[in-house]
């Protein structure tokens, strides 16, 4: 156990809708992490959080936005849903930004179904 | 983001060890080597990083080129629970910038057998 928690740990939705994945990050982590894994990409980093700023973005479509509350939990909210978004979606979180190097911890991961 | 290679798969036996090789020639002198490996149907979990010089954890030992050009991640004695995909992956150290975003490539999937 990584002490990350996700929720939902399955999600079925249809094209067209949103969602919001959210994540606990591990007690006194600073920095949240999202991943999206899929068949054909692999895992690609879509975009990190520090004490609730955004820090980096990756390969995150416009479709996709996330936050970091001050309770650090994190949501990725993905809004008109294609087929393509079905993939695992993985929460990481690490001390901070000065710890080097930092290393991440996943959570279980969410897996979504767009039908 | 320096890129590394690994082979698509390795096969080992149980409690043999594994030697699960990583080369990243384009490795700059600041970065360090990360191994994470992901379990079947788990997120990654972290299995040990270096900079330099090679490191011991109670996982598994990384051991780093003099050139630092290869490395490579030692099972000393592979279990079942062991079969994963392994990824090396390079980050920069950075003066506390945005750069901790870890860049994954396929990976080698370890098979051990019983």
């Known amino acids: 156990d990584s002490g990350v928690t996700q929720t939902p740990k399955h999600l079925i939705t249809a094209t067209g809708q949103r969602v919001t994945l959210r994540c606990s990050p591990r007690?006194?982590?600073?920095?949240v992490y999202w991943y999206q894994q899929s068949l054909d990409q692999g895992l690609q980093f879509l975009i990190q959080?520090?004490?609730?700023?955004?820090?980096a973005k990756g390969n995150i479509l416009e479709r996709f936005s996330a936050q970091q509350f001050p309770d650090l939990h994190s949501e990725l909210n993905l809004s008109s849903l294609e087929l393509g978004d079905s993939a695992l979606y993985f929460c990481?979180?690490?001390?901070?930004?000065?710890?080097?190097?930092?290393?991440?911890?996943f959570g279980p991961g969410t897996r979504l179904t767009v039908l | 983001d320096a890129k590394t290679t690994q082979p698509n798969s390795m096969e080992s036996n149980e409690e043999e060890p594994v030697h699960l090789p990583c080369n990243h020639s384009?490795?700059?002198?600041?970065?360090?080597i990360h191994w994470y490996r992901q379990l079947p149907s788990q997120g990654p979990e972290y299995v040990i990083h270096?900079?330099?010089s090679n490191v011991n954890n109670r996982m598994a030992s990384l051991a780093i080129a003099e050139d630092r050009k290869s490395s490579t991640l030692i099972l000393h004695r592979a279990t079942l629970r062991d079969a994963a995909v392994y990824y090396c992956?390079?980050?920069?150290?950075?003066?506390?910038?945005?750069?901790?975003?870890?860049?994954f490539g396929k990976g080698t999937l370890l098979t051990v057998n019983p």
């Open positions: 990481a979180s690490s001390l901070s930004l000065t710890h080097q190097p930092d290393t991440q911890y």
């Open positions: 959080y520090y004490n609730g700023e955004e820090r």
């Open positions: 270096g900079l330099t």
């Open positions: 992956i390079l980050s920069p150290k950075n003066s506390g910038g945005s750069n901790y975003k870890l860049t």
């Open positions: 384009t490795i700059s002198g600041t970065d360090y």
């Open positions: 007690s006194g982590d600073l920095s």
